[in-house]
């Protein structure tokens, strides 16, 4: 095909003017093995609230080291309590674990410190970050008396904040632990981790504070559903299962017979059922004998009128 010149001119001309789809942004992968409780909006106040607690650690170790300190968060994740139990339950692998309690004695959150920040951590206590602390990877009963003090005093600047922001007054509870998990949310709970980083001079050192998300929901903004009583619960949940369907079979009588019996079975056989029938129809429930009933019919359609329980 001969095209003129103006005309495939034109074409030239159209096909650089139509502008090239932009391609589709990659689907978001949504991860199944962490809560989603915290939208953008709720995580945005979190971080915020992990800012301040940083600020009050940076503020406080200042004061009382006459050392310059600065600190930073590194991040904000959500866990569900059992994924977190089994990543702090390897044994002598795992983290330091130091339990928070609230005002009522409930561990509703703990510290937790890698060995090797912890074994920085108890360095820079002695004010010797070379001394050869956590020989042989375990600390002596001395070092994990340093970490438990420090911990006590972290707590403190933490819980400065929390107290002001959200009313949670948290303490240390009891001696610092390897390779156990102490928080009593311990299955499908919901864990909120702030990862921190304090550093002196040049030794930066991390830890999380993970604390239950539930004691967050009023702060970030997140509804509180009606705490509903035992007569309630009973209710909704009867009236979900009036809403469930079920599979409703009406026998009428059976009968065995062998294989070879049912393999030479022919159109126009006649199947002998195992006794008279006398009695209603059986009617099964899901499978299970329920009632019986009288065959009947109504608007021309065969209809079942349930004449006793099963039971009587």
């Known amino acids: 095909m001969v095209l003129p010149r103006e005309k495939l001119m034109r074409l030239v001309e159209r096909a650089r003017q139509t502008a090239v789809p932009e391609p589709e942004p990659p689907a978001e992968e949504f991860d199944w093995t962490r809560p989603h409780r915290f939208g953008s909006e709720a995580r945005v106040l979190l971080e915020g609230l992990g800012r301040r607690m940083i600020l009050s650690i940076q503020k406080g170790l200042s004061e009382q080291t006459n050392t310059s300190v600065e600190g930073a968060l590194k991040g904000v994740r959500e866990h569900f309590a059992y994924r977190l139990a089994q990543t702090v339950g390897v044994g002598k692998e795992g983290p330091y674990v130091v339990g928070l309690r609230d005002e009522s004695k409930q561990c509703v959150g703990c510290l937790l410190f890698t060995f090797e920040n912890a074994r920085l951590l108890v360095a820079q206590m002695l004010n010797d970050p070379e001394a050869a602390v956590g020989q042989n990877g375990e600390f ?82 997140v509804p509180t559903p009606a705490a509903l009583n035992p007569s309630q619960c009973s209710a909704r949940i009867l009236e979900r299962l009036r809403q469930v369907p079920v599979s409703v079979c009406a026998t009428l009588e059976t009968n065995l017979i062998g294989l070879g019996d049912l393999a030479g079975l022919e159109r126009g056989d006649v199947l002998v059922l195992g006794q008279k029938i006398r009695r209603p129809w059986r009617v099964l429930l899901n499978g299970q004998p329920c009632f019986f009933a009288y065959p009947a019919q109504q608007n021309g359609k065969i209809v079942l009128v349930i004449s006793e329980a099963e039971s009587e």
């Not at 911990?151 to 009313?167: D, H, K, N, P, W």
């Not at 610092?176 to 919901?190: K, T």
């Open 140 to 221: 002596s009963a001395l070092e994990e008396s340093i970490l438990m003090d420090t911990s006590t005093v972290l707590a403190g600047f933490l819980s400065e904040v929390l107290q002001e922001q959200i009313r949670l007054k948290i303490q240390p509870s009891g001696q610092p632990v390897r390779g156990d998990w102490l928080m009593r949310s311990r299955i499908l709970e919901d864990l909120f981790e702030w990862t921190l980083e304090v550093q002196y001079g040049s030794c930066a050192m991390e830890f999380s504070l993970v604390l239950e998300s539930t004691l967050l929901d009023a702060f970030a903004g």
